[in-house]
């Protein structure tokens, strides 16, 4: 069992910053893929970026490549989503997952999720 706990969210202006944290609970973090999804108003929940255990492997979804970085601190029990340039059209519930099997891009592959949080970009 682990438990995910989204941070940094906030407003920001069009090609502002921010960074969001996910920190988990548990000892074997470093065990877990995971995974950054996103959910607008009346719209699906959608992959952003996952990353394995080691960092060694990642992927991002083509809306935000070379705008986002995820990566992941074992240490720490913390992953992160670096967000550059952002867009009004990326203003929506950022949720964080975990997974026991490899880095992927489908919800349905993901054990655990945190409760979200939001990221406003205004225009």
């Known amino acids: 069992q682990v438990q995910l706990v989204e941070s940094g969210g906030g407003l920001v202006q069009a090609g502002g910053s921010l960074r969001l944290s996910c920190a988990a609970s548990?000892?074997?973090?470093?065990?877990?893929?995971m995974g950054w999804f996103r959910q607008a108003p009346g719209k699906d929940r959608e992959f952003v970026a996952t990353?394995?255990?080691?960092?060694?492997?990642?992927y991002y979804a083509d809306s935000v490549k070379g705008r986002f970085t995820i990566s992941r601190v074992n240490a720490k029990n913390t992953v992160y989503l670096q967000m550059n340039s952002l867009k009004p059209e990326d203003t929506a519930v950022y949720y964080c997952?975990?997974?026991?099997?490899?880095?992927?891009?489908?919800?349905?592959?993901?054990?655990?999720w945190g409760q979200g949080t939001q990221v406003t970009v205004s225009s």
């Open positions: 997952a975990a997974t026991t099997g490899g880095a992927t891009m489908y919800l349905s592959g993901y054990d655990y």
């Open positions: 548990g000892r074997t973090f470093s065990s877990y893929a």
């Open positions: 990353i394995n255990w080691s960092g060694g492997r990642i």
